[in-house]
């Protein structure tokens, strides 16, 4: 019997021993719940220097005890040791002088399990830099997507870094097939402590011209910060674009700011615009958008203040609203070779004049002949041009070279009021020159006039009778003598066509753009068509027996 409770208390003493140290292998508490993980060194975006010994540093919570876990770092996994349920880790790892600088970043990953086997695993994303100041450069919104070639596009990167930076000079790496090498900027545009970014952090804005003779494609590009610590560069990818329209819209123009309805400005030359308009005074504004229906590409101003008239402003992608001080009539010019744009005065004519020795009147100001008003800022004028006498220009006043406009040399049809040339003639005609004041500039075209209609004979509405410039005697005449009519109708245009037409509303004897038909009668007559600069007029008579 004896040797019975012998055996039975051996077993219950050694059942009860492996209990005893169960519990103690589960750890202290018996608590349950996840296995949870903190990583305090690096913080998620930190930035780690190469040269150095890192601390990977974090605490692991193991409720049912922990059993094992590892940090893993630049493709190295190292052991993380310990006993009970929390356990701080801290691994010194040394970062590779030479690393290939990865500037999407890298991972620092822990991993740790428990008694229960449960295995959770944390990881935070750093980056590393050259250089014991340990600088990164990033893009940050605001690149100018699509570049466009001829412009001065704008760049900005963010500079990191982890120690008060010394030495610093900026160094943009041209893009790739534009222009090769690379170029000092020891002044950039701005390079001081942006307060609105985090601490420890630059601003670097950098203008890049591309020139005209870019193709469109996709370029990649780089900027370089050299410190005294190494270089730190940033590489991308940028799309060159040609630039042959450009919109301005905004509370201050006409268009408001639908998106879709823009006011399209004047390509005067490549990546150069102008144009004429009223502008509402600040507070209302405007911008400029390179397609319409779409904000993907606008530039704005960097001031917050109305704009000085006559004063040149850099572009700013994205900017502020323009504005200027007082409503008014305004030029805006464009140029996006320089990266700038100005804003001036003006009002347009009331009268315009022609003068020139290319003109019936010569360079006699005194003579010069009226324009016809069609309404505000648009003038027109028929006129027999030579291309001998050396061109012509536009007088506002009869008798006055003051404020005087010609051509602006190098881009024919463009208004220019300071250093000017004559407006030249290529080939003798009858021109018709509209001048608009709205979009600074001017067209002319060579008119050939007839006559059409019921009225004449066999041809009818059909095709033209074309009639003859009288010549030196009366320079605005076109005549046909003796042309047979029948009663019915008819009308003046030129080029055997109805783009440009005279007609008369009035049946008083003075023509009309598109007026009503002219009723005549059966007979033989003579037909004249005056386009005097003072008036437009014509008469039908009887010819003489």
């Not at 295995?119 to 935070?124: D, E, L, N």
């Not at 144009?275 to 600040?282: A, I, N």
């Amino acid at each position: 019997m004896k040797k019975i409770l012998f055996i039975a208390f051996a077993v219950f003493a050694v059942l009860a021993y492996s209990c005893k140290k169960e519990l103690e292998v589960q750890g202290p508490g018996l608590t349950s719940g996840p296995v949870t993980i903190t990583i305090t060194a690096p913080a998620s975006g930190e930035i780690v220097s190469t040269g150095v010994v890192y601390t990977f540093t974090g605490v692991i919570s193991a409720p049912k005890g922990f059993n094992s876990g590892n940090l893993v770092v630049l493709n190295k996994s190292y052991l993380i040791t310990g006993s009970g349920n929390s356990i701080s880790f801290s691994i010194p790892v040394t970062i590779p002088e030479n690393l290939t600088i990865d500037p999407n970043g890298y991972t620092c990953s822990v991993t740790a399990t428990d008694f229960d086997d449960q295995t959770v695993t944390k990881t935070v994303t750093f980056k590393i830099a050259q250089g014991l100041n340990a600088f990164i450069l990033t893009p940050v919104a605001g690149i100018t997507d699509p570049l466009l070639s001829g412009l001065t596009g704008i760049f900005k990167m963010r500079l990191n870094y982890k120690e008060p930076p010394t030495g610093i000079v900026l160094r943009i790496n041209y893009i790739t097939e534009v222009q090769e090498g690379s170029v000092n900027m020891a002044n950039p545009d701005e390079f001081a402590p942006d307060t609105t970014a985090a601490k420890n952090s630059y601003l670097v804005t950098e203008h890049v011209t591309i020139p005209n003779t870019v193709n469109e494609g996709t370029y990649d590009f780089s900027f370089v910060i050299t410190t005294s610590s190494g270089d730190v560069s940033v590489d991308g990818k940028v799309k060159v674009n040609k630039i042959s329209t450009l919109y301005v819209l905004g509370d201050a123009t006409t268009a408001g700011w639908d998106i879709n309805n823009p006011v399209p400005l004047n390509n005067v030359s490549p990546n150069k615009f102008t144009k004429s308009l009223p502008l509402e005074g600040s507070p209302k504004g405007f911008k400029f958008v390179l397609k319409i229906g779409s904000w993907d590409v606008n530039w704005g101003t960097f001031e917050t203040n109305p704009i000085n008239l006559d004063q040149e402003y850099a572009l700013n992608p994205g900017g502020n609203n323009i504005s200027v001080a007082a409503t008014g009539n305004y030029v805006i010019n464009v140029d996006f070779t320089s990266g700038k744009f100005k804003v001036t005065s003006f009002a347009p004519p009331d009268s315009l004049y022609l003068v020139g020795g290319s003109t019936p009147v010569g360079w006699d100001q005194n003579a010069a002949a009226p324009f016809t008003k069609l309404s505000a800022g648009i003038f027109q004028i028929y006129a027999p041009l030579n291309a001998a006498g050396g061109g012509y220009k536009f007088l506002p006043n009869k008798g006055s070279w003051n404020g005087d406009w010609g051509q602006k040399p190098g881009f024919p049809g463009v208004l220019l009021q300071d250093n000017e040339e004559n407006c030249p003639v290529t080939a003798d005609g009858f021109y018709r020159i509209t001048v608009d004041f709205n979009t600074l500039t001017f067209t002319t075209i060579v008119t050939n006039w007839g006559i059409i209609g019921s009225g004449v004979p066999v041809v009818g509405w059909n095709s033209d009778t074309n009639m003859t410039l009288v010549g030196s005697a009366e320079p605005y005449t076109w005549q046909f003598q003796n042309l047979t009519l029948v009663a019915g109708e008819i009308k003046f245009r030129a080029n055997d066509d109805w783009g440009i037409n005279f007609g008369d509303d009035g049946a008083n004897g003075t023509l009309e753009y598109n007026g009503a038909n002219i009723a005549v009668t059966a007979g033989t007559f003579n037909i004249k068509m005056k386009l005097d600069p003072a008036n437009w007029t014509y008469t039908i008579t009887t010819k003489k027996k």
